[in-house]
């Protein structure tokens, strides 16, 4: 009909390619390195699943996956376009009564100029549905404004320099300006990378981006971070310093201005995070609190650690010197790594050692990331 076609199975329902683009927008994905898999997003299935474990998608079908199994498949799970819960929940709740409602959404998704705000504002006013007292918060944060690059300053402003500090030497509506002023699209893109890839991998943002703008400290240092090393590379290393301070007072979590960071991060709680000068990082990073990517106080110039596409550094542990972490790699929970660590594997203790590897080792990673990236950390630092 002319809300479009529903097709429903005992397991999952399935949007006819006329509910999507031709071409989804980058925004629909968690990371930059995947805007080869647009196309694919006609095979994934949109099932809801059953909530309290990890969901990822395999061909037309929903599988479920244990928390503790979560990191071996996030690989995978990447590679699924943002699809918020709340919009999976409405169609668990409506796709026998009412499927012409989830015809309509998607419909206006199609339309979007910018799909993943579409669904932000979606969780919005599903969650004041939930919670009415929650209103004037969630109105002032999302629903009143234009976009979530927006959204995201604005909040975070608020949340390093709001009006409960005393005598701020730069006020928030200052650091919002600066925000405005002197970001690239290149870094909207990213803010709104890090934004999905912190509703995909953190459990209790219950796959929402609205919840991760609001409440997740770790991305608010993210984004603050995009803006200090954006003034850092402008030359203004003094209120580059400024916000990376206001950062770590607020947040406790200490990232240089001038490190290099990629899209598409998850930056857990932040809290005890420390981040050097010199060091880069690529592209969808799990980071977990008290992470160290440090130096070992023996050299000068180029002395952090260049950590590669899709590496998972679990709690409070530590890279030391200018070393390169491969491509997908996992340090585990307190590990001290003083040597260069292979793609894919799986290094621990102290010294950290390699102890198996991932297994998603082989073609099938490569073929996802498209490219060796670890070969050119070693130039990532300019000065």
Request: glycine share 10%.
């Amino acid at each position: 009909d002319e809300e479009g076609t529903m097709t429903t199975t005992s397991s999952s329902l399935y949007p006819t390619t006329s509910f999507l683009p031709n071409s989804m927008p980058d925004s629909f994905f968690t990371s930059p390195s995947h805007d080869g898999l647009k196309n694919n997003i006609r095979s994934w299935s949109l099932g809801a699943g059953k909530r309290g474990s990890e969901e990822t998608m395999e061909g037309d079908r929903m599988i479920e996956v244990e928390e503790s199994d979560a990191w071996e498949t996030s690989l995978k799970m990447k590679q699924r376009p943002y699809l918020s819960r709340a919009i999976t929940r409405m169609i668990a709740k409506e796709r026998e009564k009412r499927p012409q409602k989830i015809a309509k959404v998607f419909k206006e998704l199609e339309k979007a100029e910018d799909p993943l705000w579409f669904q932000v504002l979606f969780e919005a006013k599903e969650a004041l549905k939930q919670e009415a007292e929650s209103g004037p918060m969630i109105y002032s944060g999302i629903l009143s404004q234009p976009d979530l690059f927006t959204a995201a300053v604005k909040h975070v402003s608020n949340v390093i320099a709001g009006p409960d500090m005393v005598n701020p030497i730069i006020q928030a509506t200052t650091i919002q300006n600066l925000f405005e002023t002197n970001m690239t699209e290149e870094d909207k893109k990213t803010i709104a990378m890090d934004a999905m890839g912190c509703a995909v991998r953190k459990p209790s943002n219950e796959g929402e981006v609205m919840r991760v703008i609001l409440f997740n400290t770790g991305f608010h240092a993210l984004v603050a971070h995009r803006l200090s090393h954006r003034l850092w590379q402008q030359g203004r290393k003094s209120l580059a310093h400024y916000i990376q301070s206001l950062v770590s007072s607020r947040l406790s979590c200490d990232i240089h201005p001038g490190a290099k960071i990629g899209g598409g991060i998850y930056l857990s709680a932040g809290a005890g995070v420390v981040i050097g000068e010199t060091a880069v990082v690529g592209d969808d990073v799990a980071i977990l609190q008290s992470v160290t990517l440090g130096g070992t106080g023996k050299n000068k110039g180029d002395r952090h650690p260049k950590i590669g596409q899709g590496v998972i550094l679990q709690d409070s542990c530590a890279v030391l010197g200018n070393i390169v972490v491969g491509d997908g790699a996992v340090v585990t929970a307190k590990s001290i790594v003083l040597k260069e660590v292979p793609k894919y594997a799986r290094v621990s203790g102290v010294p950290a050692k390699v102890k198996s590897y991932r297994v998603n080792k082989g073609p099938v990673a490569d073929d996802f990331y498209g490219r060796d990236f670890s070969t050119n950390l070693k130039s990532g630092f300019d000065g």
